[in-house]
């Protein structure tokens, strides 16, 4: 647990960083608050070979970001990678926070102009409004939000979806937008746009053999021996209107009664724990396509067309020889393609 006088004092070269770092001191001074009226909880995760220890204020917000990651929660006494702080006011009864930024200071998506560097990540996000920080020096990072009831569904199957496919990004793994299916000794991934089938068929697959990792969202690690994809929710969305092809779901969403444009959501944890897995080694990408009838085929693809459907999460990294920015996943997602059979199942 960090203490509210465990942040180091700044060296000499630390001083264009004093800003963000004492935002996240005082910021954080609230959890503690929380922390010793003995109102928060304590979950370690295992993503990939790095641990993160999410401590998180006990009633509606632990009930948000938990369940989606209970699949990567075991006892553990490493030293996490990164360790969040996440809270809201509502449930604590503790003051909003005030972000405190100019108008002129958010960027494209929220991110907080001079608190976003090699160092730091921190963005706010809007209806419903969500502060999100770390700081990859001390291995820190904040998750705030005014109401966690407020959530929407699609953020309670991939809890704090953004903050940790950034971490992610910046430690050298490779967020991406797909799912993943197959054997403890290989797999596909399932890439493609929205609304191709990636979710349909990664749901059929839990009536199967076969294991689980993703039906939207992962990351990506590379080895000598190849990539392999990592799950990090075990949760899945269909469109209502997909319900009956998957019996096996019957009653089991999150969200009986979907608004409009609502998918509905499923927690997998609970009934399907022997089908989900955390990695699976890729042999190869596959890209659906959803047809009217008839059989299912599946056709070999050029690497120049998978490519071009494979949505990753684009971090800007700055470089330190330079002051300049580069995009460093586009790179890795062309390796990652030219060096995987592509195939397209119609």
């Known amino acids: 647990m960090l203490r509210a006088d465990s942040a180091p004092m700044p060296s000499a070269s630390d001083n264009h960083h004093l800003l963000p770092a004492q935002y996240l001191d005082r910021t954080l001074q609230c959890f503690m608050t929380i922390a010793a ?97 770390f700081d990859l020096k001390r291995k820190v990072g904040l998750y705030w939000t005014l109401s966690a009831i407020r959530i ?9 979806r953004p903050m940790l496919h950034e971490w992610l990004s910046r430690i050298g793994f490779l967020a991406v937008h797909g799912g993943a299916v197959g054997f403890e000794d290989g797999g596909v991934f399932l890439a493609g746009v929205g609304g191709r089938g990636k979710s349909n068929i990664a749901l059929a697959c839990l009536r199967s053999n076969m294991h689980y990792a993703s039906d939207d969202f992962c990351f990506l690690s590379r080895t000598q021996s190849g990539w392999t994809a990592n799950s990090l929710f075990c949760s899945g969305k269909i469109a209502a209107s997909d319900l009956m092809r998957h019996p096996h779901l019957r009653d089991m969403e999150v969200n ?12 997998l944890n609970q009934s399907f724990a022997e089908r989900l897995i955390r990695s699976i ?66």
């Not at 009986?256 to 927690?267: R, V």
């Not at 949505?311 to 997602?333: G, L």
Request: charged residues 20%; glycine residues 6%.
């Open 37 to 133: 009226n003995g109102v928060t909880s304590s979950h370690n995760l295992s993503l990939a070979d790095r641990a993160v220890r999410l401590e998180v204020s006990k009633g509606a917000m632990e009930k948000a970001l938990v369940p989606a990651l209970a699949h990567l929660v075991e006892p553990s006494n490493a030293e996490p990678d990164l360790t969040i702080y996440a809270w809201d006011s509502a449930g604590t009864g503790t003051p909003p926070i005030s972000p405190g930024w100019s108008g002129e200071q958010y960027r494209r998506d929220g991110l907080i102009s001079g608190f976003n560097d090699a160092r730091f990540h921190t963005a706010v996000q809007h209806d419903p409004l969500v502060v999100r920080m």
């Open 152 to 160: 929407p569904v699609s953020d309670l199957g991939a809890p704090m």
């Open 256 to 267: 009986p009664n979907p608004q409009a444009g609502e998918k509905a959501l499923f927690l």
């Open 281 to 346: 080694p890729l042999k190869a990408i596959v890209l659906p396509r959803v047809i009217g009838s008839g059989p299912s085929s599946i056709l070999p693809l050029k690497p120049a067309i998978a490519y071009r459907e494979i949505t990753i999460r684009r971090v800007a990294i700055r470089c330190r020889k330079s002051r300049n920015w580069f995009r460093v996943c586009p790179a890795m997602k062309s390796r990652w393609a030219d060096q995987s059979p592509m195939y397209r199942r119609f």
